[in-house]
Nanobody, 124 residues
Framework: QVQLVESGGGLVQAGGSLRLSCAAS????????MGWFRQAPGKEREFVSA????????RYADSGKGRFTISRDNAKNTVYLQMNNLKPEDTAAYYC?????????????????WGQGTQVTVSS
């Protein structure tokens, strides 16, 4: 069982940056495809980005292309989401997710493990 703990959320002005982190428990972090999702009040949880196990290939939702960068440090069992040029519409709870040997999928059902989330609020 993998446990995920997100951190790095907060309040930032439009145009600012945040780096989210997700620390995972266990010894097999490198075998997991890691994803970031977000959920705004009254909306469904949506895909933000993912990084594949083994190859470190990445995938982004259109909303974050050119602004967000996902990366991972297998030695630290941590995945990151660097978010630049933040917009008010990026305001949401951000969740880390994992699937062992997973592909770069966008559906929440494709991920086995979830963190509790970290809140990102972007003021205009």
């Amino acid at each position: 069982q993998v446990q995920l703990v997100e951190s790095g959320g907060g309040l930032v002005q439009a145009g600012g940056s945040l780096r989210l982190s997700c620390a995972a428990s266990g010894r097999t972090f490198s075998r997991y495809t890691m994803g970031w999702f977000r959920q705004a009040p009254g909306k469904e949880r949506e895909f933000v980005s993912a990084i594949r196990w083994g190859t470190d290939m990445t995938r982004y939702a259109d909303s974050g292309k050119g602004r967000f960068t996902i990366s991972r440090d297998n030695a630290k069992n941590t995945v990151y989401l660097q978010m630049n040029n933040l917009k008010p519409e990026d305001t949401a709870a951000y969740y880390c997710a994992a699937r062992q040997f997973g592909l770069l999928r966008v559906a929440t059902s494709e991920y086995e493990h979830w963190g509790q989330g970290t809140q990102v609020t972007v003021s205009s």
